[in-house]
């Protein structure tokens, strides 16, 4: 398992999937022309899992980013800029038939201080 990383399971069963956090953007290796380990985000991941989806951010210290990954085959599917790293775990709700994914976001080096995205998932 790279440094940070997700790992996937059935209850009894084994790994389906592991996805990497982040790959470096600094390295020596870079430097040199050749290809970057991937060695993931040594942080404090927050996940979110559904029927088909693992969706995360890197959490404190990480990137403002949601990324969204398909959980039988871990192929990263889509990612969204949140306004800061997220601070804690995420939740989802349904309002009149449409489901929302809300973040608790927070940078107060950058003025950010602790609040709440939310994010409309689109309709089938």
Do not use: C
Not at 57 to 76: D, H, L, P, S
């Amino acid at each position: 398992m790279p440094l940070g990383g997700i790992a996937g399971k059935e209850r009894r069963g084994p790994h389906l999937i592991r996805v990497t956090v982040r790959v470096p953007t600094i390295s020596p290796l870079r430097s040199e022309g050749r290809p970057l380990p991937n060695t993931g985000f040594q942080g404090n991941a927050t996940a979110l899992v559904t029927r088909s989806l693992l969706m995360f951010a890197e959490g404190r210290g990480g990137q403002a980013v949601w990324f969204g990954v398909n959980k039988a085959t871990g192929e990263r599917i889509g990612s969204v800029e949140i306004p800061a790293p997220m601070s804690t775990a995420p939740m989802t709700y349904m309002h009149d038939g449409v489901q929302y994914i809300v973040l608790p976001v927070a940078a107060a080096g950058a003025g950010i201080f602790p609040s709440l995205v939310a994010l409309r998932l689109p309709q089938p």
